[in-house]
T-cell receptor
């Protein structure tokens, strides 16, 4: 199956700093990537849809100035948590759709990134 | 907005037995996809099975099968011959076209040896 890689897998930062998480599709091109947030023992909540070459579409209640998303190429989307605070601590997961497979309805997920803000 | 409901926060089953996880969803669309994902302790999301709404035949993948009731908007997952490696969180998910996945709350499945 297609491979999506996230980096870093675990990051600890101080309150007030910014953290960037990368999501790469390793063996396919992805015009669209999705960023999810998952709190412990809870489900995945969609934060935003990342579109290559255009602005991301944010879900209601997600601060776009807080969570900056950039999708500069067909294989890379980044999520930057700006001025991080302890309440931003969470597990962030990206997923991507292979635009050349035809529509199968399947998204491929990264391994996730655990953010801890001290 | 589409919603997905998993009413069983936790389930347990004896090894080698069969277990069924429930999922219901709400939509006004006729064409969509339904999925079951498995999330083991590693947190990596793994696709278990997929069902296209236009297909009447229930999807099957080895020990995993679904009971898709379109009129009732129900999509349950049956795991046969449960194995210890099946222990995980299971999420039911809905997707319309090339749009986002909407996940249910999840069911934690425990396999008792």
């Amino acid at each position: 199956g297609a491979v999506v890689s996230q980096h870093p897998s675990w990051v600890i930062c101080k309150s007030g700093t910014s953290v960037k998480i990368e999501c790469r599709s390793l063996d396919f091109q992805a015009t669209t990537m999705f960023w999810y947030r998952q709190f412990p023992k809870q489900s995945l909540m969609l934060m935003a849809t990342s579109n290559e070459g255009s602005k991301a579409t944010y879900e209601q209640g997600v601060e776009k100035d807080k969570f900056l998303i950039n999708h500069a190429s067909l294989t890379l989307s980044t999520l930057t948590v700006t001025s991080a605070h302890p309440e931003d601590s969470s597990f962030y997961i990206c997923s991507a759709r292979d635009q050349h497979r035809g529509y199968t309805g399947e998204l491929f997920f990264g391994e996730g990134s655990r953010l801890t803000v001290l | 907005a589409q919603t997905v409901t998993q009413s069983q926060p936790e389930m347990s089953v004896q090894e080698a037995e069969t277990v069924t996880l429930s999922c219901t969803y709400d939509t006004s669309e006729s064409d969509y996809y339904l999925f079951w994902y498995k999330q083991p302790p590693s947190r990596q999301m793994i696709l278990v099975i997929r069902q296209e709404a236009y297909k009447q035949q229930n999807a099957t993948e080895n020990r995993f099968s679904v009971n898709f009731q379109k009129a009732a908007k129900s999509f349950s997952l049956k795991i046969s011959d449960s194995q210890l490696g099946d222990a995980a969180m299971y999420f039911c998910a809905y997707r319309e076209g090339a749009q986002k996945l909407v996940f249910g709350q999840g069911t934690r499945l425990t396999i008792n040896p």
